[in-house]
């Protein structure tokens, strides 16, 4: 296990964390996002209702994970870096 000083040593040596998406295009990415959740979310209301529901748990599902990541980026917009 190696030693607080030598923790510290590294620490010291490593690159600042740099983010793959870059903070300014958060707004518009989330704005982009966000947008599609809504209206994927319109689809998904108008869909006929079939007896296997395989096109509307596809479309939920994405309408979902777009939610989650428009969400994620506009917290990170506002200063809220989860």
């Known amino acids: 296990m190696p030693s607080y000083a030598d923790v510290k040593t590294l620490h010291a040596t490593l690159p600042p964390f740099a983010p793959l998406v870059p903070t300014s295009l958060?707004?518009?990415l989330s704005l982009v996002?966000?947008?599609?959740?809504?209206?994927?979310?319109f689809f998904f209301t108008t869909?006929?209702?079939?007896?296997?529901?395989?096109k509307e748990l596809g479309v939920a599902s994405l309408a979902s994970v777009l939610a989650g990541f428009?969400?994620?980026?506009?917290?990170?917009?506002?200063?809220?870096?989860?």
């Not at 996002?33 to 979310?41: E, I, P």
């Not at 428009?70 to 989860?82: D, E, P, R, S």
């Open 47 to 54: 869909l006929p209702t079939p007896a296997v529901p395989g």
């Open 33 to 41: 996002l966000l947008g599609a959740t809504f209206a994927l979310a």
């Open 26 to 28: 958060l707004p518009y």
């Open 70 to 82: 428009g969400i994620v980026a506009l917290f990170c917009t506002a200063g809220v870096y989860v």
